[in-house]
C-alpha cells in the first residue's frame, strides 16, 4: 500500500512539474 502512495505521489510529482524532474534527472 505505501509503494502505491508513493507511486501516485511520484506521478503527481511529475505532472506538477515535469520540467523540474527533467532538470534534476539531467544534474
Known amino acids: 500500500m505505501v509503494f502505491m502512495a ?15 524532474a527533467d532538470e534534476k534527472i539531467s544534474e
Open 6 to 20: 508513493q507511486i501516485k505521489k511520484v506521478l503527481s510529482d511529475s505532472d506538477a512539474s515535469s520540467s523540474s
